[in-house]
């Protein structure tokens, strides 16, 4: 074949020829010859040109086509003795097939691309199984899959196998033990290689215990693809360490690893198998190639990276709920703050403590929120910790409240180190101090107590035999009569102060040696209507207004009911005086379950809760401290031991009193008693 430029260069040269041939020659029949020679082959040529500029315009439009739509078949070859144009033809139409192709995989390529997004970014087990099916089955067209997981804690292989027959999807799930693998499948898991099967017969699909993964398939091929971690390497730990080596299960050979002899080794921290892939070409027209492997192989890669980026979040999130349950449960409160004292974190018992929530004290500065001067030496501790290295150990300090209280606390401070021990912050571990401190109240009231007795013992007879001997000798004059009538005021006034040490010294031998409790059932509603009626009086001549409220659910309660009617008129008559006139008091009774925490008792007591509230001129805070000191009274005509012996009598009955007060508010005295005396 000439080209275009040829083909005039040729004709041009043959036409000059011609011309001058012609007139060369004077002969008409000649030159009517030639002339003739010269149109024939003209229209020949011209004939020959334009065919051949169709055929290059074919050419170049397939080509055109090819470049802009890269899908264009062309449905037929011209036929032809062109041996040039023919191969031309051919070349495009395996370019055409080719190109086909190569789409077809750019299409396959870029759903994997959107699958490999959803399968790196999930981290729900179920969204990875149903995506990696979606892609293989929808996107490439398999019809039997096999997705197979390493469970480590259960020590066992699972598989997911999803079989599409008919336009329908069967799933089913297998578990299995290494025991129950032979054949491709362990051989691609013990090596960790892809294998592609293409002949069944000699090489078939191994049984798992005795089941077929794909049931009734018409396969010819498959492919095997074990998934594998980032580091891959099939390699077994430390001898030293195996399970199989220390209980001599396996011997060891020389050159031999005991990898996956056992169901142990899928426990095993040094496992690099996550799990594998398997696909057939069961009821799929044409069978697997070396490009289905590679698609495979890709897919089971990224696979890969999910699931150990699974196990990984897995396990980061275990140790956080580790650590977080940890704090959680820790009875001590726990701050943790940055470089500017701003607090990051707070365990539970710490919220308890400030009474404040996560999102109100993350907006604290531990700061704000703990006094922790130490006297002596004029510094804080918590703030020059942040400075220096070490640990603080057990120096006091006051938490503050939400409600504006402090309350004692013992602290342990320390810097909180991170990357290259750089310090990011502080560690604040403390302790609720009430209870100790309280404790520590009642131990020295109980020394005062014992002060007391020791006391009372000493002098109560010194003091009242000659009291005994005075106050005879004065009533013994008194009715004499030898004595001027202006000294009846003195000899009545000399009467009543015996009388009052004698009251003094009687309350005193109440207090060193008080009497047995003699446990009896009574009803709280009778014990507190003798005590009212007993000072009624009291309540009439100021007008005071007593209140009485008892819950239904209050039974009969076992205490010494003489005992508490001492205290309760104790109580009621200190209320009337501390009232004005035309107040009132209020009497409130409630019973409640209380659980037993003591040694290995599991049980429930009933607790009675009584509450004696007035609205009178209420407590000072320097005199609510001393209440229940002994001789301590700002009733000019009491002897400051009513309170002590109260309080006495209710600690013998295993129970408590308290008291709440504010000046100008009122006071309210809360006591709580066992309601059986074997629930203590």
Known sequence: ?????????????????????????????????LLGG???????????????????????????????????????????KDIFYNTILAILKDLERTIFKLVEKNIQLLSLKEIGRNII???????????????LMHG??????????????????????????????????????????????????????????????????????????????????????PMMNSSGKIACGDPDKCLLMKDGRHERKAGDDPYLTDNRCLSCPHLPLLGMLIVSDGYRATPLTNIDQVTVETVGTLVSSNIENWLLYQGLRQ???????????????????????????????????????????????????IIDKDIENEEYLLSNMLSREGVFNFHEGYLKRADGYHIPIRMTTSQFLGEKDKVQGAIVLFVDLSDIKKMEEEIRHLDRLAVLGRFTSAIAHEIRNPLAGIGAGVQYLKR????????????????????????????????????????????????????????RDLYLEKSVEFNKQIDDNVGAVEVDPDQIIQVLINLFKNAVEATEKDGRV?????????????????????????????????IDKES???????????????????????????????????????????????ITLPQDKYGR
């Open 480 to 535: 004499s009569g030898k004595y001027p009538q202006e000294q009846d005021k003195s000899i009545d006034s000399i009467l009543s102060e015996v009388e009052r040490l004698n009251r003094i010294i009687t309350d005193l031998f109440k207090v060193a040696r008080p009497r047995d409790i003699l446990y009896q059932k009574a009803d709280i509603s009778e014990l507190i209507d003798k005590s009212y009626n007993s000072i």
């Open 140 to 225: 490439i067209g398999y019809k039997e899959v096999a997705f197979i997981i390493a469970r480590r804690k259960e020590r066992t292989l699972q598989g997911v196998i999803n079989i599409e027959k008919n336009n329908k999807i069967k799933k089913r799930i297998l578990n299995f033990d290494i025991s129950n693998l032979e054949g491709p499948i362990f051989n691609s898991l013990q090596t960790g290689k892809s294998f592609l099967i293409r002949d069944t017969e000699q090489h078939p699909l191994e049984k798992i215990g005795k089941k077929d993964l794909f049931p009734g398939s018409t396969m010819s091929s498959y492919i095997c693809v």
């Open 319 to 369: 140790a956080e709920i580790f650590m977080e349950k940890v704090f959680e449960s820790m009875s001590h409160g726990l701050f943790v703050t940055d470089l500017e004292g701003n607090i990051t974190f707070a365990n539970r018992s710490a919220k308890e403590m400030s009474k404040m929530d996560t999102d109100i004290l993350e907006q604290e500065s531990v700061f704000d929120l």
């Open 586 to 618: 209020e009497v409130k009774v409630k019973s409640y379950n209380e659980k037993i925490t003591d040694h290995n008792i599991r049980e429930k007591k009933k607790i009675l809760k009584v509450e004696i509230a007035d609205n009178g001129k209420g």
């Open 38 to 80: 010269i149109v024939y082959i003209s229209v020949v040529t011209v004939t020959a040109y334009r065919n051949h500029s169709k055929k290059v315009e074919n050419i170049q439009n397939r080509l055109s086509s090819l470049k802009s739509e890269g899908l264009f078949v062309d449905s037929g070859i011209i036929e032809g």
């Open 624 to 670: 609510i401290e001393k209440i229940f000191e002994p001789f301590f009274s700002k009733n000019k005509k009491g002897t400051g031991l009513g309170l002590y012996i109260s309080h006495s009598i209710i600690q013998r009955h295993h129970g408590n009193i308290d008291v709440l007060s504010k000046e100008h508010e009122g006071t309210t005295f809360k």
């Open 1 to 33: 074949m000439f080209s275009k430029r040829s083909l005039l260069l040729l004709f041009t040269v043959f036409t000059t020829m011609i011309v001058a041939a012609l007139f060369a020659y004077h002969s008409f029949f000649a030159r009517f010859i």
């Open 121 to 135: 970014s999930s981290l729900d087990e179920k969204k990875l199984t149903e995506s990696v099916f979606d892609y």
